[in-house]
Every structure is written in structure tokens, then in C-alpha cells.
């Protein structure tokens, strides 16, 4: 088993990558073939949906061919196993009666494990918008991840990262109707805190709205949207406000405002941020 807690994540990469191309050349050892039954789910996948045809089609491959690329997995209690990345590889393997699959077993922290399946479904395709936007913001909120740095490590740029997160902003009928591409994340970004936003959305797709008719609906049912703080700007802001406090700062939008939160370790701190706010 490969030790990588601590590493940086361009540095386990690195020893995955390696450790496959190991498992790939037929050196293979006892860590590197798992039993099938003793593999779980990732609890931090961030894919949601498998499509049924793709799923079948991966399984007659399995079946017929095997799995060529390892999957990677973290060591749970009682000799089993969490899926980091390569569940579908695991589901079709499951499907087609295979006994083991071939894996890179790691140790890797939480944070490492969500940003690893991220890249995975990311260079494979795999994810609908709001499950990657669903994803970013669990690195955000849960591992205290900034925007830059997200984006480096799924190798998107900072605008990429801050619009999908937005829309995690949406009701979660209008993120349904994300997720089945039925409205694009375009669109999707002019409904976030929109009072009219179903009816606008059932108008993109009844009526086959580009980007910039629905900006122009939006504008006219909700003049002063843009005086509203939204998702990215939220954090942003935060951000510019931790820097200039030196305190950790988070704010939280929704539908009716926000909230604004300080943490503090010391009532030291506590006192100095009162100081600069007085």
C-alpha cells in the first residue's frame, strides 16, 4: 500500500500514475488486485448519475476485455476498501461476475479524495454541471479550498469554478433540469435568486431561448438583480474581507440575504476584529 497522506495532490498523482503503469505492465503484487465484494462506494463521489447504456456497454467490455486501468481505492476497517476514482470500472466489473479488479491502493485525506475523483470524471467527461458545481463547493465549505485553488487542481480557471458554483444557488428543480441538460449552465446562471426563474426556464426550453434573450427576460422581470450579492461574489468578498481583517471570514447567501460569519480561535482575535470594526 502507498502511503501519500501529506503529499500535495500534483505529487500523489505522480505515484498513481506510476503505481499503475506498473499494474498495467503485468508487475503486479497482492495489494494490487482487490476482490471485488470487498470494495464500497466512495462516500465522496462526486458523480450522482450513470447512464444505463453507457453503463451496459462498459460492462460487455469488462466482460470481454477486463479492466485495463486500475481503480483507486483507500484502506477501510475489516479489510475493505473505498472507491476514490473508477466506480463505474467497479460497478461493470460487479455486472459482468468478475471475482477482483485490479486497484492502486492509497492513503489520502478527504480533501485529496474528492479532488481526485473530481479529476477523474472531469478528463473522462463523466459529470453533469451540477454535479461538479456540487463538488466544488463541498472542497469550499467542507476543506476550506479557495476558488484559485480549486481550479488549479481540476486545471479549470477561477471564472470556470466561481460560475459553476452559482449554481448550487438554484432551486432544486431548476438544478434537476441541469443535470438532465435540458437548460445549460448559461442559462442556469440567470435563474440563480430569481423570482421568475421557473417560468423563465420552462420558456428557454419551450421556446429555444439563447443566453442573451434570457439575460434580456431576466433584466426586465428583475431590474435590480444586480445589486444582489450572488455565490461567487459571496466568496469573493469573503475573501477580500478575511485578507484585510486577518480572520477567517464566510459569507452565505440564499433567497432572502445571508449571512456574514468570523471565526475565532483567542479571544485576542476576537478583540482585534472588534478594534477594526469599531
Known amino acids: 500500500m502507498t502511503n501519500m497522506v501529506g503529499k500535495g495532490l500534483a505529487a500523489l498523482l505522480g505515484d498513481i500514475a506510476q503505481t499503475a503503469n506498473e499494474i498495467e505492465h503485468g508487475r503486479l503484487n497482492p495489494d494490487n488486485v482487490i476482490r471485488i465484494n470487498q470494495i464500497v462506494p ?3 463521489q ?3 448519475q450513470f447512464d444505463d447504456a453507457k ?4 460492462t460487455d467490455s469488462v466482460r470481454k476485455n477486463g479492466v485495463l486501468q486500475p481503480i483507486v481505492l483507500r484502506k477501510l476497517e475489516l479489510n475493505r476498501y473505498e472507491i476514490i476514482a473508477g466506480e463505474r470500472r467497479w460497478r461493470a466489473s460487479e455486472a459482468a461476475g468478475k471475482a477482483t479488479i485490479p486497484a492502486v491502493v492509497i492513503e489520502c485525506t478527504d480533501a485529496q479524495a474528492l479532488e481526485l475523483g473530481l479529476i477523474e470524471n472531469l478528463q473522462r467527461d463523466d459529470l453533469n454541471p451540477m454535479e461538479e458545481a456540487e463538488a466544488f463547493v463541498r ?3 467542507d476543506h476550506n479550498k479557495t ?3 480549486i481550479a488549479q487542481a481540476v486545471s479549470k480557471s477561477r471564472s470556470y469554478v466561481a460560475n459553476l458554483m452559482r449554481l448550487t444557488g438554484l432551486p432544486a428543480k431548476l438544478k434537476e433540469l441541469v443535470r438532465q441538460g435540458l437548460i445549460s449552465p448559461s442559462h442556469a446562471r440567470n435563474l440563480v435568486n430569481n423570482p421568475d426563474a421557473e417560468e ?3 420558456r428557454i426550453i419551450n421556446e429555444g431561448l439563447n443566453v442573451r434573450q434570457t439575460e434580456e427576460i431576466r433584466q426586465k422581470k428583475d431590474p435590480y438583480r444586480n445589486r444582489e450579492v450572488h455565490g461567487d461574489d459571496a466568496v469573493h468578498l469573503a475573501q477580500q474581507l478575511q485578507e484585510a481583517l486577518g480572520i477567517r471570514t464566510r459569507i452565505v447567501t440564499s433567497q432572502s440575504g445571508g449571512t456574514l460569519t468570523f471565526y475565532f480561535n483567542t479571544y485576542e482575535q476576537l478583540d482585534e476584529l472588534i478594534q477594526k470594526l469599531s
Open 46 to 48: 462526486p458523480r450522482q
Open 200 to 202: 423563465i426556464a420552462n
Open 147 to 149: 476558488q484559485e485553488e
Open 42 to 44: 466512495g462516500r465522496l
Open 139 to 141: 472542497l469550499a465549505n
Open 55 to 58: 453503463m451496459k456497454d462498459l
